[in-house]
Antibody, heavy 122, light 107 residues
Framework: EVQLVESGGGLVQPGGSLRLSCAVS????????MHWVRQTPGKGLVWVSR????????SYADSVKGRFTISRENAKNTLYLQMNSLRVEDTAVYYC???????????????WGRGTLVTVSS | DIQMTQSPSSLSASVGDRVTITCRAI??????LNWYQQKPGKAPKLLIY???SLESGVPSRFTGSGSGTDFTLTISSLQPEDFATYYC?????????FGGGTEVELK
């Protein structure tokens, strides 16, 4: 069974840090581009970052560039998002998602995790 | 960034109705357009990719069309399980961007 399971969310003060993880099973993780997408409570979806299968293409949304770092550990089938200098506006459910297409490089998301909630508040 | 605009933002419909949702890009995105369905408390689910390709396992009552800047998602005969929010998303260029969503409610 294919699964993407996020963890690491929680309540953090502004300026604080969190590290999200996404544990993957049921497909060959190392062969696919992976993404983080977030959703503000009651609002829409926003793409955050991507890490392609070999690390040659790593991208961030402008709103998180310089504060968030995406990484992956293929041996552990795990995707990460290190979030530093958190702001109130980073409050959201964070989803990891597999890229669609042959190597997951087609820019859409064909598998999603259930998400983990990050709340930034004093 | 490529702005995506969906309309309507919400609609009310009955089981069996034909429903059409539109999505417009601020510039051409050719057929790099994808559609998702999201139910409350759940992750989005891919329905259509590349404007008109049906994702495996998605019922054939869902159809996507369009190219350039204007796109449409059609549900030919609305079923009870289709009441949800639908999002379009462009995959032409980074940053990848989504439309604001269309909530399909029971009339």
């Amino acid at each position: 069974e294919v699964q993407l399971v996020e963890s690491g969310g929680g309540l953090v003060q502004p300026g604080g840090s969190l590290r999200l993880s996404c544990a993957v099973s049921g497909f060959t993780f190392r062969k696919f581009c992976m993404h983080w997408v977030r959703q503000t409570p009651g609002k829409g979806l926003v793409w955050v970052s991507r890490f392609n299968r070999d690390g040659s293409s790593i991208s961030y949304a402008d709103s998180v560039k310089g504060r968030f770092t995406i990484s992956r550990e293929n041996a552990k089938n795990t995707l990460y998002l290190q979030m530093n200098s958190l702001r109130v506006e980073d409050t959201a459910v964070y989803y990891c998602a597999r890229g669609g297409g042959f190597y997951g490089d087609d820019g859409y998301f064909d598998l999603w995790g259930r998400g983990t909630l990050v709340t930034v508040s004093s | 960034d490529i702005q995506m605009t969906q309309s309507p933002s919400s609609l009310s419909a009955s089981v069996g109705d034909r429903v059409t949702i539109t999505c417009r890009a601020i510039q051409t995105i050719y057929t790099y357009l994808n559609w998702y369905q999201q139910k409350p408390g759940k992750a989005p689910k891919l329905l259509i990719y590349a404007a008109s390709s049906l994702e495996s396992g998605v019922p054939s009552r869902f159809t996507g069309s369009g190219s350039g800047t204007d796109f449409t998602l059609t549900i030919s005969s609305l079923q009870p399980e289709d009441f949800a929010t639908y999002y379009c998303q462009q995959s032409y260029s980074f940053p990848l961007t989504f439309g604001g969503g269309t909530e399909v409610e029971l009339k």
